[in-house]
């Protein structure tokens, strides 16, 4: 592979002024610039990415690190952040933790070594690693650290509002298919759900699920029900599948609220009733602040909480 | 940031010593590495990963190339691959063209800067620069060069097996939703269901679609159609939703068939009989033969193709 010296070697000129070409610092006339770039392009030579990070300090890489590829929450999340990032100049580079805090670290480690800008992370379960990492953070879905800069969605008022739903209709027989405790966002929707149905003493069955699997077969126990709110829509999906093919009618025997508003909550049989967040304005939003913290310009509001709102479609009676 | 001066100068050793045992090179005794550990410890020090990936060669990083976040298709093969990569010690970093060769060729010049120990890419749409980078490269769904590893399922053969069923049954009356004519996998799996049909003389109508909204209204179309193939999974299941909310029963008025087999396949209504790709061993083999290469031992074979099979579902009746 061609070097730097090879490069000025075969331009006629000193390597300093190759370098100065190449990152655009300093004086090079138009004519030695010329011959450079035919150097360059005649040798097929590639700038080191890595010694230019190193000497500018600036890798234009932004890390994302997201906990699943499989719910379709997080590569709809995904596509925001790197559409803005474009925008402004900067690749994402993208890894999945699968929910595993070891996979987190693992993460942080190489990302920093290989000196991206900054990272955004999407439900965090690392905290000191990006308190020290010494690199701009910004955290979606959950707070990590006062000094760190969070965007979330309002989940606790999304719960709230479902059960307003419930409230009008004046349900009583009500399951939540309820997230694990340890993501934040899912245990603030059932949080907010079930904090405003209990002022009017109505209470909560729960029932636990991440996977598909874990709602297999619920058919039958939903029959005992008249509405069922689900945590994510991605979980949505399997319990409209386990109604049609259990013999339980949607909406008529019971009714049922996802959470996420994916882009297959249009796409269900029948469309999915959700609360929806806005998925793309939040990915967008938080490269903008890591843009700025980059740039230094920190900004001064730590905390960015985005609204929600009940998106009716036919998995309900309205 | 503290650096490797302040960290030998915390242990008392030379530059060179902690060099040698940062890079596990050379021999450093055990008391002395004891001491730089708790340098690097008390320090807080992150060993610049770019500058070992110099001076190493290696960044222990591989670079996958989707064409999509959208369709999940991409993200179940990202999961295969990330999963054999883990087992071998790679990190993944992802990035998405959106099917634009102007961001497939910012993102192979990025990579390549930031030197990754090689490429996979799927549905590659540029050729020289993947020859010309200088890294291995393994190619998914298409074949860039003879040079060039790829690996595909076999696309031809998937749309023979959906004729040949479209045989057995008797129909008449097909409609194809049919790829972009630049996705070669697409173009391969009509060719394979073209082909086979007009050995016996029966003619396929062509419906253009790649998002959901080329699809919209399609079910007063199908009503006078016995059944349709569409060319994945992704906007088959748009299809779905259409005939429901237009009155067209499946499989009743209509059978249809999708590609792929995505994890949604197994979760619609009615379930999508789908033509089924190893997504998850076509990934795993991938990262196989991209580190070899990486190791310099390059496989002979630079073919790779996976078989197909119809999995029957309720949108068919059988």
Redesign the interface.
Known sequence: ?ANIRDVAKKAGVGIATVSRYINSKGYVSKSVGEKIQLAIDEL?Y?????????FTKS???IGLIIPS??N?FY??L??GI?NRA?ELGY??????TEFLKQ?EL??I??M????VDGIIVANASCVKEYI?C?IPVVSLEKQISPDIIHLSSDYYKGGRIVADYVLEKKFKRILHIKGPDNIESAANRFLGFKDRLSKFNISVDIHEGMY?EDVEGIAEKLKAYEFVFVWNDDLA??V??EC?YGGVNIPKDIEIIGYDDI??S??????LTTVGQSIAAMGEKAVDLLSEQIQNKAPIEKEYLFDVKLIHRNSTNV
């Open positions: 592979m097929n590639t700038p080191n990415g890595l010694a230019r990070a190193i890798s234009n890489m590829l499989a379709p590569p709809e995904a596509i790197e474009k690749r994402i580079i993208l890894s999945n996979s693992d993460i480690d190489s920093c070594r290989h000196r020290n010494g598909g999906i399997s409209l599948n049609y882009f297959y249009r796409k269900t049989i029948p469309t």
